[in-house]
């Protein structure tokens, strides 16, 4: 049992400041960005956790690092540099940069999916799903029911339901599944882990049939951690070798780098597969440049590959996650809904529960997030029913049973105080929760709809 407070494992060096306003002033505002917290401007942002993506604090040690960027076309001493972190720390042998997740999603899934062919993921994320189906890919989810009820306390509500697979194998044959895209710490799902027990037997089950797994390893370290805090046999080990382990099941992952690696722009693909490999190359060059800097700076990729480095100190990722518990405690202490467990990156607000009043049509998480920003000037994203999007088939709405706002917390950015306002602001909406109305959508893009939609109050 933890008794005595843990600090950060740093100091703060240089500051950035950053703008109060008041509460006609951010009534405006958001009526102009149409209820949207995506068309806020940052300036007039006071806490932002609109997203960890791109938003971390880099250290003094990566700072000087973009001063050693060779900025060479071809060949840039820091494309080797990051290719020996990706083999030192994931293990992955070949590595093709890019400019950020979605660019290595998009060469993915374009050389990996034969149009028609299931893609299984653990729950989708918006772009991974997108540039699947966009490849001709289907989506099925084959994560766990559980991690679709925001309530369940289940420890690992990022495991795969092997069962799901199964049937889809049985139904399709294994030659209709492309391969197996394994997240950990679902984005979608609350930022919810798998464990290694699970993602073991998914692997040896992937292996009967010869499927790859190829991992969006977007936030593993963070998986790894609580790997290490909560599953028998891995208490004593660091996540530097948690996460050897948990990459050794996978062909390969692609990544966007602007979060677990700690920088502010970056991606890539890695994997052990050469011809996979060889055929990216080709294709990052049509699409982000060529394969030794894929859309990135020189200082880009030294500074991603001394993020990697430092996102395997155990003392940081322990701080980094255990800011989002404190965040997460405090409302969870005042009964304020959120998804539990509380999740590596994010705190999320069930908006279904803090708003019953509002039917999901009446998009109460975009109308939560839009009044939190109202009462105190915190950014948060919907994630729910806009975030869902149109079935391509039916151009339906997709229902998702979860309907969030995700609280996200920025790396070695904010402090606990600043938790405190965010968790002082949740607590009073909750308590006048009856007063916020619901949205009607007024301008709706047609895919990523929730990035540039435009609502007005109900
Ligand atoms: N995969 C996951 C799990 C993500 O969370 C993201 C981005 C991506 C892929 C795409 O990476 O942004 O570098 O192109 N998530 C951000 C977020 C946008 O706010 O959750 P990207």
Redesign the pocket.
Known sequence: MQTRTIAEPYKIKMVEPIKTTTRDYRAQKIREAGYNTFLLKSEDVYIDL?????TSAMSDWQWSGMLLGDEAYAGARNFYNLERAVQEIYGFKYVVPTH??????HITSQLRITRGQYVPMNMY????REHAERAGGIFYDCIIDEAHDAANPHPFKGNVDIAKLQKLVDEKGADAIAYLSI?P???MAGGQPFSMANLRAVAAWANQYNLPIIF?A??AIENCYFIQQREPGYAHKPVREILREMMSYGEGM??????DNLVN???FIATNNEQFFTQAKEMVVIFEGLHTYGGLAGRDMEAIARGIYEMVDDAYIASRVRQVEYLGNRLLDAGVPIVVPIGG?AVFLDAKRFLPHLPQEHFPAQALAAALYVDSGVRA?ERGIVSAGRDHATGQNRKPKLELV?L?IPRRVYTNLHMDVVAESCIALYEEREKIKGLRMTYEPTSLRFFQARFEEL
């Open positions: 609109l997203t960890d993506s791109g950020q997740g979605r660019a290595a999603e994320f918006t772009t991974t997240a710490c679902v984005n969006d977007t936030r692609t990544i966007s780098s602007k979060k722009i970056g991606g990156h994203m995700r996200t």
